[in-house]
């Protein structure tokens, strides 16, 4: 659930990615690596961490139990203030944008909600009235796919390749699908 004044969105998480710290060589905070623009990944569990990719794109992370360990939502399931979420997306683009694609990927659920470093860092979403996170009324007979993160060549291919991606299995939202694991699944 995020509250601002700009709206209230409810939405669901359908996809994250780990990030390990320490000798995670795909995480912000590799080698024990702490900065100020890092910092919420070292401060307590549940603790946002908002980042910006390419200068101009954000990723909403949660910080984790592990020192320098965070979660990174990559793709969430829209429910309420979609019309907001719509208004966000498309105002900057030329082709409308379809519901499930609106939160499809971290920096496009960032555009959908609002969410920049300047809003939501740091802030701890046990106790925050703008941004939290609750249980919701969702059927827990769906299946979880565990795979590989996605865009992370970069850090080697033993940590490209470990299974730190999370999904519900079959639903829209998800911004990437590994449909053979989906088909180990089935069987």
Excluded at 96 to 122: D, F
Excluded at 161 to 180: E, M, T, W
């Amino acid at each position: 659930m995020f509250a601002t004044k700009k709206g209230t969105f409810q939405c669901r998480i359908v996809e994250t990615e780990c990030y390990l710290g320490g000798e995670d060589k795909a995480s912000h905070s590799y080698n024990g690596r702490r900065t100020p623009s890092n910092e919420a990944m070292f401060m307590e569990p549940g603790t946002s961490y908002v980042y910006k990719i390419y200068g101009m794109y954000h990723c909403f992370n949660i910080s984790s139990i592990e020192p320098g360990g965070a979660v990174l939502i990559r793709a969430v399931e829209p429910i309420e203030g979609i019309e907001k979420m719509l208004e966000f997306r498309n105002a900057s683009r030329s082709k409308e944008i379809k519901v499930h694609e609106l939160c499809r990927g971290p920096s496009k659920l960032c555009i959908s909600l609002n969410i920049t470093k300047e809003n939501c860092n740091k802030l701890d979403l046990c106790g925050n009235k703008d941004l939290w996170i609750e249980a919701d009324d969702f059927p827990n007979d769906f299946q979880i796919v565990n795979t590989n993160r996605v865009g992370i060549s970069s850090a080697g291919e033993e940590w490209a390749n470990k299974p730190l991606r999370f999904y519900i299995k079959g639903n829209l939202h998800v911004s990437k699908r590994d449909i053979q694991i989906e088909k180990a699944l089935d069987t």
